[in-house]
């Protein structure tokens, strides 16, 4: 039967449970409360479980596949992972199919109803169904859209999903009847911790915080994370009524290994089992490990001078480390990183534990509080509780190697191990970073042995404040030929979904974000100990670093800094990729100007670096970029030095910026001269913040020579130089390259500026009214919106733009600060196969003005959908309440290529569109919806007037065509038409509300 509200069914288990072979006499049965105990059971970890594989099902993109002719991975750096499913062989071609794959014969085949099954075993994406023997006619059908296929006996530990969708169905043991649920609900109950009622039916429905996890919201677009187990005795197929983004991690055991099939309501011995783990994962921070017989713990707080290096413990086994736990007071700027902590088990011929003090537990940078299972920090001390065993020796030891004393509080348990069997593993955690790195894929681990992966951390720190996390993590496995482990994004791998934000759960999340003026800092960790990852001869773990590019063009080759520890455990005399890093590549990069930029201390000449002297932020409370700045003391006017800037990939041009000591009362002001011209000067006040932009200048590719000369007297520090790239607008023709037809003779303005586009502007000069131009603009066939980049000023003048014949638009150029207005309509036009005239006329200017002059950055084009379009990107809204106005590119589809988009934070939202009527008149109006799967139903009215409800859902985001308003007697003048939330459709998933745009046409017209 089918339940209410959670739609499972649970017909098949009585069969399950009562099949023949499903256990193995005098075997230990592994059932619902022995998978749920092993989620936070880290003693088991040090040690070997022959025969268990561990692999994940998810929708990445199928273009990335192993060819079998050339014997490579393919496509394996394709984006767009989301919605794909297993590929399905079945029916008369299905056999020819399985020969075609060259799959061996013997490959193992899976009974489902009056089916088998086969998975190929290399790739794991392609299904192959046939009848079973001695069945001519089957009567079963392979499920539809099928996205996981599992031999068993086996668990699955792991469900995550960006956007849970539809319905979810589990084919368990050959069974034709599918345990069948609503996606989204295995999710819901991990928003918030729950009641009393429902922690009370946690038999009859266990999907609720901590085992999963979802973030708070009503709308399906949200990261959902399932670490309830979901045992099965032979095998287990998954279907998606709507896959989307999924990953479905599972583990396998050896055959005939006794597995309870999973059902509901959870048996008392899994509720006991539940309600166990509950309380270990809710109170992480403590060791959720049992108490070791015999544990000593060492406790001693110590001073360690710079370059020195302190023992903690000489220890002689078999013992197992059972808890360290660390509190660095420093004396110096990140003086974390400059701490590295030791361990060395055995006879290991290197360290088994080599990470600086704040990397080891899991996060970067600076410490900050979080709170995992086996890792985090608690108001400033750091724990670890993974086990460390050994056999004869444990050595830790700790080594200061900045350039300030410390002062460490540590505790170290140790209890003793008599009985630890031959195949047991020791503890490796490692430290590697990539400060500019360029590797794709980055490389978290790879090592040779056996052993099993537990986890990494993952630190980013972007100096383009970019997306960094467009990639797949990647796991091979032994003598894979194609990853066991295929993500779908860098986010999803750590939980999170759309993005990464701070997030602290027992085995995933994001210790923390931290974006600012001088840094864009991310920490991000994924402990896999209920999905460990056992390996017999070779691990390789890596996760796809996306260059700058995969946004548009760059100027330099620079990408983000990556830093990571990775987690396993390895028999002895196994082997790693692992180098020692210096403490001077360990340093984060502090300040991070964004790219590009060149340091000081890099760019000088030797012989001016030699009379200077470099300083360190390490007693300042100001940062330098890379922690160093350079001091050429006392300057005097006309002294000068020079710099090479860093290597352009492509011409533009540059705001030039420099960054110094703040707060020096007597900077040394300079001018900068490029290919000799001046480029710029320090502005008045120079040296009081610790940088200033100093002027704009167009550089070529390669390296440019920065001339400094000194305009005064006084001292100079130099941290870096920057070179902020102007915006460069896509679609658009540039104003300052357009061909003036008339008057022939003008020599209009083409300044640089970073507010433009391409980082110029065309200015057309005007001392007063009447003064008019003609631009010949090249546009591509097709009908057309025109629009314009306007810059606005203090100085700007009032104009009229024609495009070719069309009525004329005022563009109003005065503002009381800087900025451009982007794709300001101008009319309309039919392309045919000559350049198109844009028309422009002086026609006066506001009263607070300084000038006339009109200010082109860019001509624009849009596909026209509607007449006379009151684009909602453009329009002016006012009023906001409870909610944020953004806009949103949705392409060719809408009207302009743009909607209105407008956020709500709560059912009582709303904003107001004001319209700018020409005259008095009638006027129909008519509004442009966007529609979509999460919309409200918005409430219209003008002027005050209600204008009715309009439900703007629908299952699919949907351009939603007129809808009428009514005519309306209109004055002159500014008009309001208010937007309210008035509620939902109750299949929506949220109050969003979006408007292509509006027409308001005269009666008659």
Known sequence: MKRTGIGFRMSVFAALVASPGVWLTGAEVRDCAWFLRRLADLDRLPFSEPGVVSRQFSGYHRASRYDRETQTCVGMDVNGDSGHVLSVHAG????????????????????????????????????????????????????????????????????????????????????????????????????????????????????????????????????????????????????????????????????????????????????????????????????????????????????????????????????????????????????????????????????????????????????????????????????????????????????????????????????????LPPDTMLFKAKYRREPVCTTFDYPFLDCRGRGRFVGT?????????????????????????????????????????????????????????????????????????????????????????YPETLWGPVPIEWDEDYV??????????????????????????????????????????????????????????????????????????????????????????????????????????????????????????????????????????GRSVLELTFTGPGRAVLDCIQLRPARNLREVREAEGLRIVAPADAEPLRPVGVLWSGGRQLRLPASGPGVSYEVEVPLPRGEWCVGVGLTRGPEYGTWEVRVEDEAARLLRGYASSAGVLDYLPAGSVVVGGRPVRLRLACVGKDTRAEGYDLGLDYVSWRPILVRDALEGELAEVVDIRNGQRTDQLLGSRFSGGNHLWFHPANPDAGFTWLLDVPADGNYDLAVYFTKSWDYAIVRLSLDGTSLGEFDTYAPAVTWGGKTPLGTHALTRGIHRLTFDVAGRNEQSKGILIGVDCLTLQPVGR
């Open 457 to 545: 951390s993952l630190c980013i720190d972007d100096a383009w404040r970019s997306w960094w996390g467009e990639g797949d993590e990647k796991i091979w496995v032994d003598d894979d030929r194609f990853p066991s482990f295929f993500g779908t994004g860098s986010e999803d791998f750590f939980g999170d979904a759309w993005g990464i934000r701070t997030l602290h759960e027992s085995f995933f999340a994001c210790s923390f974000v931290e974006h600012n003026r001088d840094h864009a800092w991310t920490c991000c960790y994924r402990w896999m100990i209920p999905d460990d990852v056992p390996f017999t001869n070779r691990f390789r773990g890596t996760i796809e670093n």
């Open 92 to 419: 008369p071609e299905a056999a020819a199919e399985f020969a075609a794959f060259g799959i061996p014969a013997a490959t193992p085949r899976v009974a489902f109803g009056d089916l088998e099954w086969v998975l190929d075993p290399l790739e794991r994406n392609h299904v192959f169904f046939f009848p079973r023997p001695a069945v001519e006619n089957p009567a079963a059908l392979p499920p539809g859209k099928l996205v996981a296929a599992i031999r068993g006996p086996g668990c699955i530990l792991r469900l995550w999903s960006a956007d849970p969708q539809g319905l979810i169905r589990f084919y368990l043991d050959g069974s034709t009847t599918p345990l069948e649920f609503d996606f989204r609900s295995l999710f819901v109950g991990g928003a918030t911790d729950p009641d009393e009622a429902a922690l009370a039916r946690r038999a009859e429905w266990p999907f609720l915080r901590p085992f999963t996890f979802r973030r708070a919201g009503d709308q399906d677009r949200l990261a959902s994370d399932c670490y309830l187990p979901i045992p099965f005795a032979r095998s287990c197929l998954v279907a998606l009524s709507r896959p989307a983004f999924y990953h479905i991690g599972y583990q396998t055991f050896p055959e005939g290994t006794p597995v309870e099939t999973f059902r509901l309501p959870l048996p008392d011995v899994a509720v006991a089992a539940y309600d166990e783990v509950r309380g270990k994962l809710l109170g992480r921070g403590a060791d959720p490990k049992p108490p070791r017989p015999g544990t000593v713990t060492i406790e001693r707080t110590i001073e360690i001078a710079p370059g020195g290096e302190a023992v903690l413990a000489e220890l002689t086994g078999p013992r197992t480390v059972t808890a360290f736990q660390a509190r660095l007071t420093g004396h110096e700027r990140y003086a974390h990183s400059k701490v590295l902590v030791t361990a060395h088990f055995d006879d290991e011929p290197g360290a088994c534990v080599w990470a600086p003090l704040v990397n080891l537990f899991g996060t970067g940078f600076e410490p900050r509080d979080y709170r995992s299972l086996p890792l985090g920090f608690v108001d400033g001390e750091g724990y670890c509780y993974f086990p460390m065993p050994f056999r004869r020796r444990g050595r830790f030891a700790v080594r200061n190697e900045g350039t300030r004393g410390v002062t460490l509080a540590w505790r170290l348990a140790h209890a003793p191990a008599p009985d």
């Open 564 to 701: 990571s520890v990775a987690y396993w455990y390895q028999e002895p005399g196994g082997s790693d990729f692992f180098e020692p890093v210096p403490v001077s590549e360990r340093r984060p990069w502090g300040k991070v100007p964004a790219p590009p930029l060149v340091e000081a201390e890099a760019a000088l000449a030797p012989e001016i670096l030699a009379r200077a002297t470099v300083l360190s932020d390490d007693d300042l409370q100001q940062e330098f970029s890379r922690g160093a700045a350079v001091d050429l003391g006392r300057r005097d006017p006309g002294d000068s030095i020079v710099l090479t800037g860093p290597e352009l990939s492509r011409e533009g041009p540059y705001a030039i910026v420099v960054h110094t000591l703040g707060g020096i009362e007597d900077a040394a002001p300079f001018a900068i001269t490029i290919h000799g011209e001046e480029a710029g000067r320090t502005p008045q006040g120079y040296g009081k913040q610790d940088s200033a932009a100093l002027g704009m200048a167009v550089l070529p590719p």
